[in-house]
């Protein structure tokens, strides 16, 4: 079983900074996509960012240029620096963790239970 943890959410100024953090626990396959996904009120889950192996990234064209996506292989931790923040950008952010045990589709795989951020204005 997998478990992923978040941290790092929280209430921020518009053009403040916030980062998250996901650290997964378990049985996890060697080729894995680590990323993170957010829903927003009356919005449907949609991928903020996600990193696979360890080098390529991918980002949502509304968060690219402020959002950067990292991972650190030997702790199962992944990162989201969020900079520059807009109000746009509140949602509950959700990490999710997908391998060839759980299938690759959007909305396959671990998830965490989510953490809240708000961005006021």
């Known amino acids: 079983q997998v478990q992923l943890v978040e941290s790092g959410g929280g209430l921020v100024q518009a053009g403040g900074s916030l980062r998250l953090s996901c650290a997964a626990s378990g049985s996890i396959t060697s080729i894995n996509v680590m990323g993170w996904y957010r829903q927003g009120p009356v919005k449907q889950r949609e991928l903020v960012a996600a990193?696979?192996?360890?080098?390529?990234?991918n980002y949502a064209d509304s968060v690219k240029g402020r959002f950067t996506i990292s991972r650190d292989k030997a702790k199962d931790t992944v990162y989201l620096q969020m900079n520059s923040l807009e109000p746009e950008d509140t949602a509950v952010y959700y990490c999710n963790v997908k391998d060839s045990t759980t299938g690759w589709g959007p909305f396959q795989g671990y998830w965490g239970q989510g953490t809240q951020v708000t961005v006021s204005s």
């Open positions: 990193i696979i192996g360890g080098d390529t990234t």
